[in-house]
Each structure stands twice: as C-alpha cells, then as structure tokens.
C-alpha cells in the first residue's frame, strides 16, 4: 500500500513540473507573465515585468587577427610582411580605451612593431551625428636601427552622421614624431585625412570603403593614398569577426595590404 501511494505523489509531482512553462526562465509562469520575453540578467517582478537590469555598462573586448603586406614600412621596399595582432578593448557608455600588441615578420627581419595604447570619447551631438576626439600613445617597442625609438603621439578627430542603414565618417589625425633625426634620416610630423561610407544591411552586418591619405613621417617621401574597405560581421552576441583591404594608390603605399580578425566580447 505504502508502494503505490509513493508512486501516485511522485506521479503527481512530476506532472506538476511539467505543468510549469517558464520560456524566458525569470521563475514566473507563462499563465501568468504579463511580459513574456524579459532580458536573462533582469530582476522582475510578481507579473515577471523587468525592474533592475543586472546588465553592466563595462564591455571587454579580445581581439586577435593576422594581417599580411607587400611593403616593409621601415625600408618602404617591396617585401612581403605578415603580422599578428592582440588587441585589448575597454568601454564604458561612450568613453573606451585600447591597447594593441603587434609582431611582424619578413625576410630580412621579425620582432615586434610598434605598440599603441590609445583612449577616445564619443560626444552624441544629436541622435545622427557623433563626435570623437582621440589619442594614442606610439610606444617603440622595437629596434630598426634608424634612431626612431621614441614615443610618438597621435590625435584624432573623427565626425560620424548615421541615416537608417547609412554612415559616413570624416577623420583627421594629426601625429607628433619625437624621433630623431640623422644624416640619413629625417622626420617630420604628419597629418593624415580618411572619408569613409558604410552601408549596415541587417543588424549582424556592417560594410564600409573609403579613401585614406597621410603624409610620411619621413621627409621627402610623398604622400601615402589608398582605398580602403572594411567588413565587420557578428557570429552572436559575444563573438565576432573582422576583414580589412586596402590598395595602394601611390609608390609610398603598399600595393595591397590585407588582415582577418577574431573578436570575442565580455
């Protein structure tokens, strides 16, 4: 008797569990959650309405990528050059910070590059139209030989409009080069111009092209022009990857100048 009484509560148990349906798992019935779709990390309610979002503001961002060139930037000789990258990313609402590792590697030298820690803040002029002041830290991290171990320092400005699935971005960056100069050698600051258009097809998706010109830190050289072209595409909510192109338009730039990235986002 004790037997099948232990059977007939288990049973009825077990059909009180099935009987609770909680698709969005914030521990209120679907009978009786008057929002049914509420975020995973919001506190709610007795009716399952959100009222504390546990979703923080502070965003990480790891990115590792490979990149590959047909000019050594040192010598700005034709030289077949591949890179790797780690890039560290910090945001909070409209103010980041990043720091970005490289190391090269061609056929008459390898070792690290240049290391660059830079912070930026957004101004929401207007729902459409962000400003964005910027500065990075050059830090030499690297011995070419050519008396330009010093600290260089960039600032930038940039200027985006947004309509519906379109931007465009308008950048200016103005960099001061402390390297000093030799009888072989000589530097001077540069200043350097990017026009871009983008074009966000659905909401995983962004493409952009531009035209980037930038006067050479060395003295004599000219101009450096290319075209360039960005895809950024979102695998889910944390992961996502990243392709850049661009091509050479004058002697000083690479004829073509390619990298893919990995991005995973906390």
Request: aromatic share 16%; with cysteine.
């Amino acid at each position: 008797m004790n037997f099948m009484l232990s059977i007939f509560i288990s049973f009825l148990f077990a059909s009180s569990l099935l009987a609770f349906i909680d698709e969005d798992f914030d521990g209120v019935e679907d009978t009786q959650d008057k929002c049914l779709d509420t975020p995973f990390m919001d506190l709610v309610d007795s009716m399952g309405c959100s009222t504390i979002s546990l979703l923080t503001p502070h965003l990480f961002d790891i990115i590792m990528g490979v990149g590959y060139s047909q000019t050594n930037q040192e010598t700005l000789e034709d030289e077949q050059t591949l890179y790797t990258t780690l890039q560290f990313d910090y945001s909070y609402k409209d103010f980041s910070l990043y720091a970005t590792l490289t190391r090269y590697q061609n056929n008459s030298s390898s070792g690290l590059d240049d290391t660059l820690l830079g912070v930026n803040y957004s101004f929401n002029i207007s729902e459409a139209l962000h400003f964005t002041p910027a500065i990075t830290l050059i830090l030499p991290t690297y011995d070419s030989g050519l008396h330009n171990e010093e600290m260089d320092i960039a600032t930038s400005a940039t200027l985006s409009y947004y309509y519906q699935s379109f931007f465009s971005l308008a950048s200016y960056t103005y960099t001061f080069i402390n390297d000093t100069n030799t009888m072989q050698t000589k530097y001077q600051n540069s200043s350097a111009y990017q026009l871009t258009l983008g074009y966000t097809p659905m909401q995983q998706l962004t493409v952009d092209g531009g035209f980037y010109k930038s006067g050479s830190m060395y003295q004599g050289v000219e101009d450096i022009q290319s075209l360039t072209c960005n895809v950024s595409y979102s695998l889910d909510e944390n992961h996502f990857i990243l392709f850049y192109y661009s091509h050479g338009l004058s002697e000083s730039a690479s004829d073509n100048y390619a990298s893919f990235k990995f991005g995973r986002t906390f």
